[in-house]
């Protein structure tokens, strides 16, 4: 699979590594590119979902799944470019995708499915329109659907 570009994200969040990020081994942790998708995702819904009060109360999503890619070693200290995006709109769910970029390089990329939740009957919800038409939007790629 060919590491998406810069070019591909309408989304970037900038993020320092921590010392406290560093293995035994001198290099980031694997398991902090987890973190960083994290990060990345909860900072992009914030931003797309600012104009609706019951975001994160009575809707919202859930990590299903996520995998990595890990492309090089990265020593900390570094100042990495977090692309974040929507590949695929599903019924209930959403792909999405981040790239940790050291300048154009990326060096991780992480993969996940989220589901559209409801919080308080704790059942999975159909993505709504409005959703999708944000996120349409807002992306440079338009998602698969």
């Known amino acids: 699979m060919t590491p998406p570009k810069r070019s591909d994200f309408a989304f970037f969040l900038p993020l320092t590594t921590r010392w406290g990020d560093m293995d035994a081994l001198g290099h980031v942790n694997n398991a902090k590119f987890f973190t960083y998708d994290e990060s990345a995702r909860l900072e992009y819904f914030q931003r797309l979902m600012q104009d609706d009060p019951k975001f994160w109360k009575d809707y919202g999503m859930i990590l299903a ?13 570094a100042e990495l ?11 209930t769910s959403l792909r999405t995708e ?7 390089a990326a060096v991780a990329i992480t993969r996940a ?17 409005a959703v ?5 939007a807002f992306e440079k790629v338009r998602p698969e659907e």
């Open 65 to 77: 799944h996520i995998e990595a890619d890990f492309l090089s070693q990265l020593k900390p200290p």
């Open 81 to 91: 470019a977090i692309g974040f995006r929507i590949s695929k709109l599903g019924r």
């Open 98 to 104: 981040a790239a940790m970029f050291l300048g154009e």
């Open 113 to 129: 499915i989220i589901v559209w939740f409801d919080y308080r009957a704790s059942t999975p919800l159909p993505l709504p329109d």
């Open 132 to 136: 999708r038409a944000k996120i349409r």
